[in-house]
């Protein structure tokens, strides 16, 4: 069965310092990996998939097969950067729901 | 707004009542997905319907839950005999996927909150 990790339920850390949310998974076959973001009194919505390779809003993510992580990281935060993260698998090649994590809330002080 | 819309965004009901929840997709999206959010996890899959065709149903989602997309366009999803352990939130995704590819982003609306007394 697949299954999302995420051992940080809250991480606070000071506005400008690095940030890295924490993401482990468990699946056989070849997963895709998400990041979703719920920003206070907001939907869900999609922050960065691994397969798209990109960069949002300073956030990036690789996906580390070896280590079956998935970790987010951005160099330098931001105040507006505090919400709820939360990473998601998907077995992908097909239709199927996502798996979630239980999520990190990530709180950048000033 | 020409997000997802969910409705009602707050129930309230007795222990044993029906409830039904409304969610009124993206317009063109063909995948809809019904997913149970409870405090201090993260949302868990119930079920998806490709169109009007419901192709996945989670193991959490018991007998007295049945969902319905008959037009392709909106879903309901009632719980029958509620619980207590059914209070939470239930959260309606929808997204646009061609034929025969896999999983793309979801759109999320906003959720309705089910308090089961």
């Known amino acids: 069965a697949q299954r999302v990790t995420q051992p940080e339920k809250l991480l606070s850390v000071f506005k400008g310092a690095p940030v890295e949310l924490k993401c482990n998974y468990s699946?056989?076959?070849?997963?895709?990996l998400f990041w979703y973001v719920q920003y206070s009194r907001q939907r869900l919505q999609l922050l960065l998939r691994h397969i798209s390779r990109e960069s949002i809003k300073g956030f990036t993510a690789d996906l580390n097969k070896g280590e079956t992580s998935f970790h987010l990281k951005k160099p330098f935060a931001q105040e507006e950067d505090s919400a709820m993260y939360y990473c998601a698998l998907s077995s992908g090649g097909g239709a199927d729901g996502l798996t979630f994590g239980k999520g990190t809330h990530l709180i950048i002080q000033p | 707004d020409t997000g997802v819309s969910q409705n009602p965004r707050h129930k309230i009901t007795k222990r044993g009542q029906n409830v039904t929840f409304r969610c009124d997709p993206i317009?063109?999206?063909?995948?809809l997905y019904w997913y149970r959010q409870t405090l201090g996890q993260g949302p868990e899959f119930l079920t998806y319907?490709?169109?009007?065709?419901?192709?996945?149903k989670s193991r959490l989602l018991s007998d007295r839950f049945s969902a319905e997309r008959p037009k392709g366009s909106f879903s309901t999803l009632e719980i029958q005999r509620t619980e207590q352990g059914d209070s939470a939130m239930y959260l309606c995704?929808?997204?646009?996927?061609?034929?025969?590819?896999?999983?793309?982003?979801?759109?999320f609306g906003s959720g309705t909150q089910l308090s089961v007394l």
């Open positions: 319907f490709q169109n009007e065709a419901q192709l996945e």
């Open positions: 317009s063109e999206h063909n995948r």
């Open positions: 699946y056989s076959g070849s997963p895709e």
């Open positions: 995704a929808s997204s646009l996927v061609p034929a025969g590819l896999a999983n793309e982003k979801l759109f």
